[in-house]
């Protein structure tokens, strides 16, 4: 990765920060009962990017799961701080989604879609006017 990133971002502690070369394919919210528990809260906030425009310094731990779909959702944290940072799903290869939060900047955050409508808390209010699923969306 050359030239000046897209965004960067870091856990809370600065042991691990990385930067984006280039703005996200995609971005969304999550409301599965696995985004709920990682997250603490209603929901999971996301950026996907190429992994290819990832750099990433520092070191991470990680936690696997398998996704009803199958996938394994693999999520990595930072080891000294606890703050989850990244996921990749074997499903969607060369691709990695970053937490929205951990980014120094966010501004640029613009969901196009809700995952797990019919999981979100009442008192969770994400954004109603992009295309919302109960699940996964169908495939395109």
Same mark, same amino acid.
């Given at each position: 990765?050359? $030239?000046?990133?897209?965004?960067?971002?870091?856990?809370?502690?600065?042991?691990?920060?990385?930067?984006?070369?280039?703005?996200?394919?995609?971005?969304g919210q999550?409301?599965?009962?696995?985004?709920?528990?990682?997250?603490?809260?209603?929901?999971?906030?996301?950026?996907?990017?190429?992994?290819? @425009?990832?750099?990433?310094?520092?070191?991470?731990?990680?936690?696997?799961?398998?996704?009803?779909? $199958?996938?394994?959702?693999?999520?990595?944290?930072?080891?000294?701080?606890?703050?989850?940072?990244?996921?990749?799903n074997s499903?969607?290869?060369?691709?990695?989604?970053?937490?929205?939060?951990?980014? @120094?900047?966010?501004?640029?955050?613009?969901?196009?879609?809700?995952?797990?409508?019919?999981?979100?808390?009442?008192?969770?209010?994400?954004?109603? @006017?992009?295309?919302?699923? @109960?699940?996964?969306?169908?495939?395109?």
């Amino acid at each position: 990765m050359s $030239g000046t990133p897209f965004a960067q971002g870091r856990c809370q502690c600065g042991a691990v920060s990385f930067s984006v070369a280039a703005p996200p394919v995609t971005m969304g919210q999550c409301h599965c009962k696995d985004c709920q528990r990682a997250s603490g809260t209603g929901h999971m906030s996301n950026a996907r990017f190429r992994r290819l @425009d990832v750099t990433i310094s520092g070191e991470t731990k990680t936690f696997a799961v398998k996704a009803d779909s $199958g996938n394994v959702n693999t999520r990595h944290f930072c080891p000294t701080c606890g703050s989850r940072l990244f996921g990749e799903n074997s499903g969607r290869p060369g691709f990695m989604n970053v937490a929205v939060g951990a980014f @120094d900047d966010h501004t640029w955050f613009d969901p196009q879609w809700v995952l797990y409508k019919n999981s979100q808390p009442l008192w969770d209010i994400t954004a109603e @006017d992009v295309p919302c699923y @109960d699940g996964m969306p169908p495939p395109t």
